[in-house]
């Protein structure tokens, strides 16, 4: 097999077809050792960028303790400092609720006190009140209950005169009726 013809099957792996050239062949070479340096290249940079993420995650994680624990320990310190004005103004919210309450049961207890003497004072006044009235009442009542009396005597004096007036006229009636017919 002449040269080129091995030269074409190791760098195509394929058995000679005759139509490469020489040039081919040379091209297909330096084309193959740019991918190999290509390649090694890139393996180089995918380890060294590798390297840095690694070493970047590392500070990363460095820092994110770091900042967890000083977050940890404002938190804490702040924490205290609201449990202590917590406490603090609990307990002024405690007193003054104290004070109030107190204040308030003074006052109820005074207010109350005013409230049933007026109560009393008002009672009185009003059952004075009403007796006197029921005496005016009671009086009123006797003087239109003996002029109804009064009135009712008449009225039957009156209702008896009308029917005789009544009689009188129709037996008068009657007697001119009977006279008449008779004649």
Do not use: H
């Not at 109350?112 to 029921?134: P, Y």
């Not at 003996?146 to 009544?166: C, H, P, Q, S, Y």
């Amino acid at each position: 097999m002449p040269e080129e013809a091995v030269r074409e099957t190791a760098a195509t792996g394929e058995p000679p077809r005759g139509l490469a050239s020489p040039e081919f062949f040379f091209l297909l070479q330096r084309i193959d050792r740019l991918d190999e340096r290509l390649n090694m290249r890139l393996d180089q940079l995918d380890e060294k960028v590798s390297g840095e993420i690694k070493r970047l995650d590392g500070k990363i994680d460095a820092v994110e303790q770091k900042l967890t624990g000083k977050i940890d320990a404002v938190e804490q310190k702040l924490t205290g400092k609201i449990d202590a004005v917590d406490q603090k103004l609990t307990g002024k919210i405690d007193a003054v609720d104290q004070k109030l309450t107190g204040k308030i049961d003074a006052v109820e207890q005074k207010l109350t006190g005013k409230i049933d003497a007026v109560d009393q004072k008002l009672t009185g006044k009003i059952d004075a009140v009403e007796q006197k009235l029921t005496g005016k009442i009671d009086a009123v009542e006797q003087k239109l209950g003996e002029r109804i009396d009064a009135l009712e005597n008449k009225l039957d004096g009156l209702k008896f005169w009308a029917v005789g007036m009544v009689v009188a006229i129709v037996v008068g009636f009657a007697g001119t009726i009977v006279t008449l017919v008779l004649r």
